[in-house]
């Protein structure tokens, strides 16, 4: 089973900034959290990764909470090629046997 | 050129039928991994492969084979098609570090 659990859909008005929970309650240590998207059936791309502290790249932020139980990823000013379904996973780097699952993530739409 | 790459990108094929999807990655990665996507249940582990000699079974391997013919090089085979198995197929690979994956475009199987 997934790790994870994320809300099914939601909306965003393009121009502002989406915001996107994930829980996480049962988090190992050693797990980091991970974001991808996926635009219609194309292969899902990567966005970003943290462990702890807040993470920010081109493409967006990443806020865990203190107890690492949850965590936000935030699209600062959403844009209609935002539309997509966002996947957070929870994986242990170096590990050898761990396995990466995707839960049915967050239906992200972007409303002119 | 795209670095993972799945063949066939579409194919329809009858009950019974023996089928091989093919990937291939230039990415000089290690691991690499089988998914299948169905509409409103997110991406399922089918097989994953840490190195060439070392293949074990995902989420829903029933019905499926895989063979590592080189570190570059995962097939996934279904021995005998059936209308069940009709989805949305994506291979990925990732670095000696789990979580961060890379997807292939996907292959779009119908069995009728």
């Known amino acids: 089973d997934a790790k994870t659990t994320q809300p099914p859909s939601m909306d965003c008005a393009e121009g502002r900034a989406a915001n996107l929970p994930c829980n996480h309650s049962?988090?190992?240590?050693?797990?980091?959290v991970y974001w991808y998207r996926q635009i219609h059936s194309q292969g899902p791309q990567y966005i970003i990764h943290g462990l702890k502290n807040n993470e920010t790249n081109e493409m967006a932020s990443l806020i865990i909470t203190e107890d690492r139980k949850s965590s936000t990823l935030i699209l600062p000013h959403a844009t209609l090629r935002d539309t997509a379904v966002y996947y957070c996973i929870v994986s242990a780097l170096r590990t050898s046997y761990d396995k990466v699952i995707f839960g049915p993530g967050t239906s992200l739409s972007v409303i002119p | 050129d795209a670095d993972v790459t799945q063949t066939p990108r579409n194919r329809i094929t009858k009950t019974g039928k023996r089928i091989m999807l093919e990937c291939s990655q230039t990415?000089?990665?290690?691991?690499m991994y089988w998914y299948r996507q169905d509409p409103g249940l997110g991406l399922r582990l089918i097989y994953y492969?840490?190195?060439?000699?070392?293949?074990n079974k995902g989420e829903i391997s029933d019905g499926y084979s895989v063979s590592r013919q080189a570190q570059a090089k995962f097939s996934l085979s279904l021995e005998s098609a059936i209308p069940n198995q009709t989805a949305l197929y994506f291979c990925?690979?990732?670095?000696?570090?789990?979580?961060?994956?890379?997807f292939g475009e996907g292959s779009r199987l119908t069995v009728l």
């Open positions: 990415k000089g990665h290690d691991r």
């Open positions: 492969s840490f190195d060439v000699k070392d293949i």
């Open positions: 049962t988090i190992s240590g050693n797990e980091y």
């Open positions: 990925a690979t990732s670095p000696n570090r789990a979580g961060e994956l890379f």
